[in-house]
């Protein structure tokens, strides 16, 4: 067995594979080297967000179906939103993907307060979208928008009651039935955000961890693969921003 | 009898279980609860699946008491209709999902490929922590008082109409998806990323092409069941009516969304079972699969074409008709690999060097008793023949041919298989192939006679039913208890063996592959040294060779 | 036959009827599903044959003592092949087979007669459309084509009669159709399949075929009160639709009389042909089904009309040929001030000056 042993031994060192000892701390023993580490790992979070995309997937279906079922109602309702947060938003959001983008460079390139800085940056941004959002479902509160627990539709069957609105889009009154509708954007509406907001606080933790991580240098080492990880998870919810921002507020904004 | 049989055992005056290996390496209830050796976290779940299975065994032996007699005089309505929810939830979702992936497939599939452990450890620890969790969440409601939708959840059913414990078996679910999701994405990272040099994907056992392919289904069919599940709970706990037609909603969407999974899962279920089976008939028969490029592709065919017919559990819901024609027509196709492998199956018999050892018995059980139920599923998937015999008995029959006959007979087969590499002791073979016979028998005699029920038109999930049904019932019942006594048998054997049976060596069964070629019970890092595959699968010229070049080396 | 004892067989068919492996065929479909069911056992007795032959077999004839050494083979593209086709080609003539079954079952004839079903928690309710009504139970004629419209109140149920090989799903919020022709006569089981609660098994009744001449008789004497129809009407004027349907000139919707089953273009652009569900879907979510040229204006009657109301209601509007009866209703009826220029009972004021386009 010890010819076959050696041949094994040989060959695999051949292949770039480093022996057991010889590895940096951070790889982990069931792994040959730190390229199948990081190639493994990787390869991991995008099947992860390949079940998120399934995951999401169920929602939107249900919003596709209903919309077409009840357009009106979901035409009317889609203009009680504020494009002006949502546009807002999406503009954190997409500044804070560029902002742990830079931090995903910094941690390759080694620049720790560089990495910090652009983590916190990061955290900043996503907590600004998630008080920009509770600004927004505090509006839908207070307009009585809030489906189960606090929800009418009175302003749908008379558009005038909300002036704001009213004044931007001249809605025409929704006839009873119709207005019942709304109901079903705005619940598709909150499990939509609710959802992707679910996955930002989700996010926002694990930032929290991360800056006090990248504070001790754990990942300006050579060693980033969970800041390259993270920015894929935290770039899929961005995407799927993307996505939820024209279907429930532009979609409708010239009918 | 040494020729009928091709198990190989050391001296068993000399021969001792290895001191060194993956359950002596660390001692204490610690060394187990934050383990990341996939081989402990397969014996932790081994552990957990068996107490939910004999917790739905025990409910199912609950309702056939009951379907005794046509009244409903053991339990009321309100009890049965718990009891067969339970029964299926906990069967499904706590038992048949995991079942061989996660136990089987965790122990043996880093070895198969050539690794050290699976490429995510924390994540495979984490996967049975979320099965645990959910499996207290079920106990739980049990307590609680349990939960009588059925396992469909239908709405508006369950969320207008109950008042049992559905949102926490809704969240019991929704936990134990995601342990499912785990196990199933840290097999295709390994699958992909953690072959040894020389592993190609032609040259994986099958068994590894077959969890391959359940892999795909779980991560990408649970989470829509996870979201599913979400939207039930909120109608529940909010109101919306986003399934109830009152306000607007649809309760042909929740079937839609729920089929959407459920039925990949019933092919996360059973193509596990059929790896198993692969490996166990190639070992029997001292033959590499027959046709294994058929038997690999038809793995991955039935994983993809399974997500297309999902609306064949609906064709009399009101779908319209030419939608129901192109789920029969679909259903018809994905009925066509199962057929392949199962001709592949036999087709390995020929020319080979056959013994029957338990595996092997249960091996052959599973060809007999899937091809039935596989054609049963024919009958259901022709929407003319669906009308008469949805969802009656033909179908409660149907499912258990080919979960129990199939998958639960193709999960001991695998047990009793890898159990001396597990343990690295064997069970003794007479009473567990006594253990084998009874089971095929007990299970004949309890779900045939569905059939034929469902046939006769009697409905499922009744808790009483009219007279002249009961003759069948009785045989059911009567088989039930036979059934019974055959899944008592391993656990008692099994567990005798840990401390009593033989010293099974590296490889009592001659298999080829490159778990048998290490000591039983491994090392917890699998191989001193990763392995360099130059072989075929199944080669057992190799095999033959390799053991040629031991004798001669020492 | 003739070489079989005429005792012994006489004792083999009174044990095969004693002991039924199949329901009773009462019906004109039954026959040619248990054919196309009996191919279906064929092939699966056929195919199991095949494998349990190929196992025990080759199990023999390769077992280790009389075959010691394996021959290794890789397989042969002509055996996958062969065993990919035929299963292939099989279940292609099944599913052929099955579906030209199913749409026969699901495509009532034209001159279907029509009985409506209503499943509730926990019981079935069977209204004819000259009045009579069933709970648990549904005589139907012998020979004739009877069309089921079915719907459910609560959840979904499932109007199973094994003995006429039909079965469909009554769902909330949509009618569902099925029909049958009854070939025998008799009383069969009629079964709820479709778990709906606690009371599922208890949801089961009789269906009684009977000839022609019985069933007339029959239906004369189980009727109590008025049509379908008849109530139909009095809903119709007791809801106040009368108040904008009828054929007055200044009407605010469209006239009612024979629009069912004629084509009707709606405000959206789209055309529809009026049939049970158009009806039904237009009283209870009347905004999405609006007649061209007329206001969205009606309001919805959902909640305040049960399944069997809204049955009624749509039986009658099936039946409306003449506008006579009802101009009649409105010289009689007053109407209370609150139905004037509004959209009625249900909504809030619509904006004034919402009139007819």
């Known amino acids: 067995m010890s010819e076959t042993a050696t041949t094994t031994h040989g060959a695999l060192a051949e292949a770039g594979v480093t022996h057991h000892g010889e590895h940096p701390s951070y790889q982990r023993h069931h792994f040959e080297s730190v390229g199948q580490q990081f190639d493994a790992t990787n390869f991991a979070m995008w099947l992860f967000l390949l079940t998120e995309v399934m995951f999401f997937g169920g929602l939107f279906t249900s919003y596709l179906i209903m919309r077409n079922w009840y357009y009106p109602a979901f035409v009317e309702g889609s203009h009680h939103l504020s494009i002006f947060w949502g546009t807002s938003n999406t503009a954190v959001l997409i500044t804070s993907s560029f902002t742990l983008a830079m931090g995903v460079w910094c941690a390759q390139t080694g620049r720790k307060s560089g990495l910090v800085l652009c983590l916190w940056l990061t955290f900043f941004l996503g907590m600004v979208f998630l008080c920009i959002k509770g600004i927004e479902w505090h509006a839908e509160w207070v307009d009585q928008h809030v489906p189960g627990l606090h929800f009418t539709d009175a302003d749908f069957i008379n558009p005038a009651l909300d002036p704001v609105t009213y004044n931007e889009y001249h809605d025409q009154p929704l006839s009873p039935d119709m207005a019942t509708k709304t109901e079903m954007y705005f619940f598709l509406y909150f499990a939509m955000t609710g959802m992707h907001a679910l996955h930002m606080v989700i996010g926002i933790a694990i930032l929290g961890f991360m800056i006090w991580r990248a504070k001790a240098g754990a990942y300006t080492t050579g060693h980033f693969t969970f800041v390259e990880n993270f920015g894929l998870y935290w770039h899929f919810v961005d995407i799927i921003w993307i996505f939820l921002y024209p279907l429930l507020y532009l979609i409708s904004r010239h009918q | ?554 | 036959m003739n070489h079989i004892s005429p005792v012994l067989w006489q004792f083999l068919s009174k044990w095969l009827s004693n002991f039924p492996l199949f329901p009773p065929e009462a019906s004109k479909i039954a026959p040619q599903m248990d054919a196309l069911y009996f191919f279906m056992v064929l092939v699966s007795l056929v195919g199991l044959t095949i494998v349990i032959l190929l196992v025990v077999s080759f199990s023999m004839l390769y077992h280790k003592q009389r075959h010691p050494h394996a021959v290794q083979i890789e397989g042969s593209t002509l055996l996958e092949a062969t065993w990919t086709i035929i299963p292939l080609g099989l279940f292609l003539i099944m599913f052929v087979w099955g579906a030209l079954l199913y749409f026969r079952i699901y495509t009532p004839p034209a001159n279907a007669m029509n009985i409506y079903v209503v499943g509730k928690q926990w019981m079935w309710k069977a209204e004819h459309p000259g009045g009579q009504h069933e709970i648990d139970a549904l005589h139907v004629p012998m020979g004739r084509p009877v069309q089921l419209t079915l719907i459910s109140q609560d959840v979904f149920h499932s109007f199973s009669i094994p003995a006429f090989r039909v079965k469909r799903e009554a769902i909330p919020g949509r009618y569902t159709t099925v029909w049958f022709e009854a070939t025998k006569v008799g009383t069969y089981h009629l079964f709820c399949t479709q778990y709906c609660g606690t009371n599922h098994s208890q949801m089961i009744g009789d269906v009684v075929v009977m000839t022609p001449d019985d069933y007339k008789k029959w239906l004369a004497s189980s009727t109590s009160g008025d049509s379908l129809a008849q109530n139909g009407e009095r809903l119709f004027a007791s809801l106040s639709c009368n108040a904008c349907h009828n054929s007055g000139a200044d009407a605010r919707g469209p006239n009612l009389v024979g629009v069912y089953g004629s084509r009707l273009a709606l405000s959206n652009g789209q055309t529809v042909t009026v049939d049970d569900a158009y009806l039904r879907q237009s009283i209870l979510d009347p905004s999405q089904h609006v007649t061209q040229g007329y206001s969205p204006i009606m309001p919805t009657y959902q909640g305040q009309v049960s399944e069997e109301g809204v049955i009624a209601l749509v039986e009658y509007i099936k039946n409306l040929n003449s506008d006579y009866r009802l101009q009649q209703t409105l010289n009689t009826t007053s109407f209370p001030p609150s139905i004037e220029g509004k959209p009625g009972p249900a909504g809030n004021a619509a904006a004034p000056g919402e009139v007819k386009q």
């Open chain 2, 1 to 554: 009898m040494s020729a009928a049989t091709i198990v190989s055992l050391p001296d068993q005056s000399t021969a001792r279980v290895p001191k060194m290996n993956f359950l002596t390496r660390e001692n204490g209830l610690l060394s187990w609860l934050l383990t990341g050796d996939h081989k402990r976290i397969a014996t932790l779940y081994l552990i957990s699946i068996t107490v939910f299975f004999f917790i739905g065994g025990a409910l199912a032996g609950l309702i056939r008491l009951e379907l005794l007699t046509p009244q409903s005089d053991l339990v009321a309505a309100d009890t049965y209709n718990k009891l067969f929810t339970m029964h299926g939830v906990i069967m499904v979702f706590l038992f048949l999902v995991p079942s061989v992936p996660a136990t089987i497939g965790n122990f043996v599939i880093p070895m198969m490929v050539g690794a050290k452990d699976l490429a995510l450890p924390k994540i495979n620890l984490l996967s049975w922590y979320l099965y645990v969790a959910a499996g207290i969440m079920m106990i739980y409601t049990m307590a609680a008082g349990g939960v009588d939708t059925g396992w469909t959840f239908t709405t508006p059913l369950s969320t207008h109409y109950v008042n049992t414990h559905v949102i926490t078996t809704g969240l019991c679910i929704f936990i134990a998806g995601f342990s499912s999701i785990f196990t199933g994405l840290n097999f295709i990272v390994t699958i992909h990323k953690m072959r040894c040099p020389g592993m190609t994907w032609f040259r994986l056992p099958l068994f590894v092409w077959s969890n391959y392919a359940a892999s795909i289904l779980m991560v990408l069919g649970t989470p829509v069941l996870a979201i599913t599940l979400v939207l039930i709970i909120l109608e529940r706990t909010v109101g919306i009516g986003v399934f109830d037609p009152a306000k607007g909603g649809d309760p042909l969407l929740f079937q839609h969304l729920f089929w959407f999974y459920s039925h990949p899962a019933v092919y996360i279920m059973i193509l596990p079972g059929m790896g198993v089976i692969s490996e166990v008939v190639s070992t029997f028969s001292r033959k590499r699969v027959f046709g294994y490029t058929a038997v690999a592709f038809s793995s991955v065919a039935i994983a993809v074409f399974g997500f297309f017919v999902w609306a064949h559990h609906m064709f009399i819901m009101g779908i319209s008709n030419y939608a129901a024609l192109v789920f029969s027509l679909l259903t018809m196709l994905v009925a066509v690999p199962s057929a392949i492998k199962i001709f592949n199956w036999a087709f390995t018999l020929y020319k080979g060097s056959i013994t029957f050892e338990t595996p092997m018995l249960y091996a052959f059980g599973f060809m007999g008793l899937f091809t039935i139920g596989g054609m049963t599923g024919v009958f259901l998937g022709a929407t003319g023949t669906d009308i008469h015999l949805t969802e009656t008995y033909f179908i409660v029959a149907h499912f258990h041919f080919v979960m129990v006959g199939g998958m639960l007979m193709a999960f001991l087969s695998g047990i009793h298989f890898w159990w001396p590499k597990w343990t690295g002791r064997m069970y003794p073979e007479k009473i567990s192939q006594l253990a084998a016979v009874v089971t095929f028998i007990g299970f004949n005699l309890t779900f045939f006679p569905q059939f034929i029920l469902g046939t006769l038109g009697m409905p499922r999930r009744y808790a009483s039913y009219p007279p002249e049904f009961q003759v069948l019932n009785v045989f059911s019942t009567a088989g039930a208890s036979v059934l019974g006594v055959g899944y008592l048998l391993p656990v008692l054997y099994l567990t005798w063996s840990l401390k009593y049976g033989a010293v099974a060596g590296n490889n009592p069964w001659q298999a080829t592959g490159l778990e048998w070629q290490v000591q039983s019970p491994p090392l917890t890092e699998n191989f001193p040294e990763i392995p360099i595959m130059d072989h075929e699968a199944y080669d057992y010229d190799w095999l033959e060779h390799h053991q040629q070049q031991e004798v001669a080396s020492v």
